[in-house]
């Protein structure tokens, strides 16, 4: 399974970026999607998860100004981030909780991350 990331780049504070993320190989079924954050220096940080029902939960540091959604069809994840900060800079990373067959455990799935970059 492999998940591919995009959408990161250069905005001004106050603009928005639209990130996805694809899960693609061997995918019995996707359960939990989640968008997760690390800025220079820092470590890894929550954003923002779903469920395959549309459950969503936020971090405060996110909450109305990001919305993660699913595309269960196309095994896809984004990240919806508007009025953005110069404090949300960082590289993002998407995940998945996957199951490759009915009888394989479920297990957790990183992608490579893309960087977004939020200038004052």
């Known amino acids: 399974v492999q998940l591919q990331a995009s959408g990161g780049g250069l905005v001004q504070a106050g603009g928005s970026l639209r990130l996805s993320c694809a899960a693609s190989g061997s995918i019995f079924s996707i359960y939990v999607m989640a968008w997760y954050r690390q800025a220079p220096g820092k470590q890894r940080e929550f954003v923002a998860t779903i469920t395959s029902g549309g459950s969503t939960n936020y971090a405060d540091s996110v909450k109305g100004r990001f919305t993660i959604s699913r595309d269960n069809a196309k095994n896809t994840v984004y990240l919806q981030m508007n009025s953005l900060k110069p404090e949300d800079t960082a590289v993002y990373y998407c995940?998945?909780?996957?199951?490759?067959?009915?009888?394989?455990?479920?297990?957790?799935?990183w992608g490579q991350g893309t960087l977004v970059t939020v200038s004052s």
């Open positions: 995940s998945a909780a996957v199951k490759v067959s009915s009888d394989r455990p479920v297990r957790l799935y």
